[in-house]
Each structure stands twice: as C-alpha cells, then as structure tokens.
C-alpha cells in the first residue's frame, strides 16, 4: 500500500467513524445542520444580503454608524473572494465525496465536490477577518459584536472548529477536507480579501488603533 493509499485510508476511517458515532441520530443531525447553516454561502448570499441590499434601498441603513456598515462590506469581501477560490479548488481536484455521504439537490454543479470543504474555507477567512479586525479595530470590533475582541476572538475560533466538525459528522467531508480547507481559508483567502478590504473599506480612522 502507498503513502497515498494509506492516508486515504485513515481519512475514511475517521471520517466513517465520526459519522457513525455522531451523525446518526436524528437530534444530532439535526444540531449539525444548524451549526452547518452559519457557515453556509447559501444562506450568506441568498438569505441575508437580500435582506441587507432591500434595508439599503428603503434607507434604513443611512442611519448605521460608519464601523458597522465597514464590518459588513468587509464581511461580504470575504464572502465573495471564498466563493470564486472555492469553485475554482472545487473543479480543479473533483473529490469525491465520502461513500456514506447521502447527497441531495444542494450538492450541484463544483458543490458535488468534496475538496476543500468550502464551509471550512469561508469559517478559516471570517476567523483571519475577525482577528483583523480585532487588532486593527478593536473600538469598531467591540461595538459592532457587542463583546470585547479579547472573548470574541476565541469564540469564532471555538464555532470554526465546531462547524469543521459538523461538516465531517453529517458525513459530507473528510476531515483532511476541512483541515485544508481551514488553512486555505485563513492563509490563502483571507490574505486577498484583506488587499481588498484595505484600499475600498472605509473604517473610522479614530478608533484605529495603532
């Protein structure tokens, strides 16, 4: 057996064991799928923006303080900038999901695909932008998540890796999926989405720290 033959192997057997002792049951699945759906660009993308894009339009965001809507556009930089790199890995490795994973109508299109898990790489850059932001706005960061960024920052690192484990636990990854997703996430995305952020975001300049 190969060094790829034996990695693989271990890959499934953790991720059929994770499976079969945590997503099975319909409670726990269903805990799962709810954790899953925070990370999820479907619900980022065609839940939410519309709602925040309507809010625009019928002027109830001309009144929010300048940090909080700075937050949100860099928030949807990450987004977009892991949306494109993802469907890109997607078609380019075509891994297949795991054998017990059960599919269904949203797993089209480069979602059939396993490698990276595309949860785990938009958790890695929301987890890089939070740091971000934390260090370089902890006034904005603070007001806009109504938590001190010292408790914040452990926090969205404590729901990135919960999030990685569910997506191995509702049996829709292997965990080097996730792991690698995290990384390129966090090393790979993030760092581009920040370029961006830093030349079209305006963030209030007093409360920058230095």
């Not at 396993?114 to 904005?140: K, M």
């Not at 975001?201 to 230095?210: C, G, H, L, M, T």
Request: proline share 6%; net charge positive.
């Amino acid at each position: 057996m190969s060094l790829a033959e034996k990695l693989y192997a271990t890959d499934l057997t953790l991720a059929t064991l994770t499976y079969q002792r945590w997503g099975q049951n319909p409670r726990g699945r269903l805990l799962w799928e709810a954790l899953s759906y925070t990370g999820d660009g479907i619900m980022w993308l065609l839940m939410v923006l519309p709602v925040l894009v309507l809010m625009w339009a019928a002027g109830m965001l001309q009144d929010a303080k300048q940090g909080t809507r700075a937050v949100i556009a860099a928030f949807y930089i990450c987004i977009f900038a892991d949306l494109l790199v993802i469907i890109v890995l997607k078609l380019v490795f075509k891994r297949a999901r795991p054998p017990h994973h059960q599919t269904d109508g949203r797993f089209v299109g480069p979602d059939q695909h396993s490698f990276p898990s595309g949860h785990a790489t938009r958790v890695g850059c929301i987890i890089g932008l939070v740091f971000y932001l934390a260090q370089t706005y902890p006034e904005t960061t603070r007001e806009f998540f109504h938590v001190a960024p010292a408790v914040l920052c452990p926090l969205v690192v404590l729901w990135g890796l919960a999030i990685g484990f569910s997506r191995v636990a509702l049996g829709r990854h292997y965990p080097s999926d996730v792991f690698a997703g995290g990384v390129i996430g966090v090393l790979g995305i993030f760092p581009v989405a920040q370029f961006v952020i830093s030349r079209v975001v305006s963030f209030p300049a007093a409360i920058a720290s230095n």
